[in-house]
Nanobody, 115 residues
Framework: QVQLVESGGGLVQAGGSLRLSCAASRTIATISVMGWYRQAPGKQRELVAATTNSGSTNYASSVKGRFTISRDNAKNTVDLQMNSLKPEDTAVYLC?????????WGQGTQVTVSS
């Protein structure tokens, strides 16, 4: 079992930055994939960025060059640094852990980008 708690969301103007953090209830060193997803009203949930325990990362094309995912196995956290935010980035951002064939989700944190 893994409990995930996201923090760091809020309201920001277009062009601004936010840093989201996902805290896990246990070590993430053995969790295969940690990722950030987002879901906007009326839209499907989509992958934003993910990182594996071997250090590889993957980003949605819409956020490449603007967002950076980082994993701290010592602190059991996965952060998402979001720069140059756009109104279309507005969504609930959720943290996901995938390990040994099971997935776990956090409750999400709201990010709102005003134009």
């Amino acid at each position: 079992q893994v409990q995930l708690v996201e923090s760091g969301g809020g309201l920001v103007q277009a062009g601004g930055s936010l840093r989201l953090s996902c805290a896990a209830s246990r070590t993430i060193a053995t969790i295969s994939v940690m990722g950030w997803y987002r879901q906007a009203p009326g839209k499907q949930r989509e992958l934003v960025a993910a990182t594996t325990n071997s250090g590889s990362t993957n980003y949605a094309s819409s956020v490449k060059g603007r967002f950076t995912i980082s994993r701290d196995n010592a602190k059991n956290t996965v952060d998402l640094q979001m720069n140059s935010l756009k109104p279309e980035d507005t969504a609930v951002y959720l943290c996901r852990a995938f390990t040994i064939g099971r997935e776990y989700w956090g409750q999400g944190t709201q990010v709102t980008v005003s134009s």
